[in-house]
């Protein structure tokens, strides 16, 4: 998909933004090492940049064929059953005593945080200099992930002040002006 997008942006001579940069699944933790080097070989001649969140765990609906990719997995809504909401997938499974599949798909529809990323890709994609810090998520539910509003509180004082990833300035960049700049704003 990297490489389509950087096709598509050289040919139609657009500014390429990748969306939510990040490896998923403990398989292929330590591949951004790869990916980045692999966005700024196609970035010579072009433009391309994308965001990043600064979490190890990713929020979505709960997909029963991804239970795999993740460490452990959060429950943060169910239609069917609202008072699981904040449990663990493995602690539903054991008091219903079922497995962690049959629990997923008797929650649905529902929604998760999957904690399926390694730190140190986080911290790497973070500090990439084509790398803006992004947020999103989904509102809504009582234990949203925290991306949803602590993303850059969390990028300030998280990974600027207490792991100096990055100077303070550079990480008001990253949120504002290489934002902008990618976007022409």
């Known amino acids: 998909s990297v490489e389509e997008a950087a096709e598509i942006g050289r040919l139609g001579d657009v500014p390429v933004v990748l969306s939510h940069h990040k490896v998923t699944g403990s398989s292929n933790w330590g591949m951004t090492r790869d990916s980045l080097k692999r966005i700024d070989q196609l970035a010579e001649g072009q433009s391309i940049h994308f965001d990043v969140y600064p979490y190890a765990a990713s929020a979505t609906a709960l997909m029963p064929d991804r239970l795999s990719i993740a460490e452990k997995i959060l429950i943060v809504a169910s239609d069917k059953y609202p008072d699981k909401a904040g449990k663990y997938l493995k602690d539903i499974a054991i008091s219903w005593d ?88």
Do not use: C
Not at 157 to 177: I, N, P, Q
């Open 98 to 185: 079922v497995t962690e599949l049959e629990a997923a798909e008797e929650l649905l529809p529902a929604q998760a945080i999957y904690f399926a990323m390694d730190e140190d890709d986080v911290q790497r994609v973070l500090k990439h200099e084509r790398a803006m810090i992004g947020s999103d998520g989904i509102p809504g539910t009582n234990t949203p992930h925290p991306r949803l509003w602590g993303t850059f509180p969390r990028v300030l004082g998280h990974y600027s002040r207490r792991l100096d990833l990055f100077s303070l300035e550079t990480a008001v960049y990253k949120m504002t002006g290489l934002t902008a700049q990618s976007f022409g704003f």
